[in-house]
């Protein structure tokens, strides 16, 4: 499986990491796996409608595709909101 790496975003946390996310999964399951890591944040509790969006423009992402689909690249900025 290859992975990419990414930078994600919490605006309510004022948090920015780099996480290596699976190329072929779907977004779906890729927010399951970002939650657990910031499920013990400050101020920001992901929770069933948490999405995922462009970091440039806060376009939501179709969770139903993956990375590839989407024409993901290294260094792709992602918002969690």
């Known amino acids: 499986m290859s992975?990419?790496?990414?930078?994600?975003?919490?605006?309510?946390?004022?948090?920015?990491i780099d996480v290596a996310i699976p190329f072929e999964?779907?977004?779906?399951?890729?927010?399951?796996?970002?939650k657990e890591l910031f499920k013990?944040?400050?101020?920001?509790a992901p929770d069933e409608s948490t999405v995922?969006?462009?970091?440039?423009?806060?376009a939501p992402y179709d969770l139903s595709r993956t990375p590839e689909e989407l024409d993901f690249c290294?260094?792709?900025s992602l918002l969690m909101m």
């Open 3 to 16: 992975k990419i790496l990414v930078e994600c975003r919490i605006p309510a946390e004022d948090c920015v």
């Open 25 to 34: 999964k779907p977004l779906h399951e890729i927010l399951f796996l970002m």
């Open 40 to 44: 013990e944040g400050k101020y920001y």
């Open 52 to 58: 995922l969006c462009n970091g440039k423009t806060g």
């Open 74 to 76: 290294v260094g792709e």
